[in-house]
């Protein structure tokens, strides 16, 4: 029973272009939502989070999209960069659960 | 400034041993946890502790034991391998979860059972 989703396992994107992962999630407990990247051999790193009581968070060439009444989130990076070329992982908590779920993860490729 | 310290990086072990995989952090961070990633699983919640002496089990906590005697250190204990635990294992930790829920992550450690 997979309570967050990212039904997506690969995206190709041209440099310079919009890259929009998505993710899916079902527990409607969840109230704060991580996105993290992560390269071979090296732990994920955080990326940009989103609280319940907002709909959206920017933070540079990253921006994290919520829908609660869909419970969907999504990420956006532009432009994208060869860089961007990663592995991403949505992630969600219920808070003072201290636990986060993760999802399967995004393979993304930025075509130079 | 180290971070998330695990070791080691890489291990091969055979049905039946125990072994330990060390995490360190050097942040004063509380709240540490271990994950296992599997193809295709994303990342999966073993065990979390919210300070020293204070442990509880994630998602798959089967096969695995944790103890938090340190703020710095959360040792991950396999009892009794087996190859369903062949998986690459990243350690954590963040500052109060309550407050935010970034984690920091080691770089991994690589465990193959045969």
């Known amino acids: 029973d997979q309570q967050v989703k990212q039904n997506s396992p690969s995206l190709s994107v041209q440099e310079g272009r919009i890259s929009i992962l998505n993710c899916d999630y079902t527990?409607?407990?969840?109230?704060?939502f991580l996105w993290y990247k992560k390269y071979p051999a090296e732990g994920p790193t955080f990326l940009i989070s989103?609280?319940?009581?907002?709909d959206k968070n920017e933070d540079g060439r990253f921006t994290v999209f919520l829908n609660k009444s869909a419970k969907h989130l999504s990420l956006h990076i532009v432009p994208s960069q060869p860089g961007d070329s990663a592995v991403y992982f949505c992630a969600a908590s219920e808070s003072g659960t201290y636990k986060y779920i993760f999802g399967t993860g995004t393979r993304l490729k930025v075509l130079a | 400034n180290a971070g998330v310290t695990q070791t080691p990086k890489f291990q091969v072990l055979k049905t039946g041993q125990s072994m330990t995989l060390q995490c360190a952090q050097d942040m004063n961070h509380e709240y540490m946890s271990w994950y296992r990633q599997d193809p295709g699983m994303g990342l999966r919640l073993i065990h979390y502790s919210v300070g020293a002496g204070i442990t509880d089990q994630g998602e798959v906590p089967n096969g695995y034991n944790v103890s938090r005697s340190t703020t710095e250190d959360f040792p991950l204990r396999l009892l009794s391998a087996a190859p369903s635990q062949t998986s690459v294992y990243f350690c954590a930790s963040s500052w109060d979860p309550i407050v935010t829920m970034e984690a920091f992550f080691g770089q991994g450690t690589r465990l193959t059972v045969v």
């Open positions: 527990n409607s407990m969840f109230d704060y």
């Open positions: 989103i609280s319940s009581i907002k």
